[in-house]
């Protein structure tokens, strides 16, 4: 079996589960606020916050996909900042559909 990494070791303990998510949420009110700043810090600071957050919370993944379905354009936009694996396996099976139907 493959050794698990520090990161996924540390996941596991739900103290620095919660830690991680208050982080991510406060990432992304300092991503909120300096975004009418010069450069690209809002770009940079809001998906790392978003993805701590959907990375530690269950409550945050289930709003977050409510979110997708009302609004699939800026879904899809976030998928790809965040770089997200489903996203890229999406574009990638939408891609083969598109050579399949031609």
Request: hydrophobic share 50%.
């Amino acid at each position: 079996m493959a050794k698990r990494s520090l990161y996924q070791r540390l996941r596991s303990n739900a103290q620095v589960r919660t830690a991680l998510f208050a982080l991510g949420i406060l990432m992304m009110v300092v991503g909120v606020v300096i975004g009418p700043l010069p450069g690209p810090g809002f770009l940079i600071v809001f998906p790392l916050g978003l993805m701590l957050c959907l990375q530690n919370s269950a409550w945050a993944k289930r709003a977050y996909v409510r979110f997708k379905w009302r609004h699939p354009r800026y879904g899809a936009w976030t998928d790809r900042v965040m770089r997200r694996v489903s996203a890229a396996r999406r574009r990638a099976r939408e891609a083969l559909d598109r050579v399949d139907g031609d």
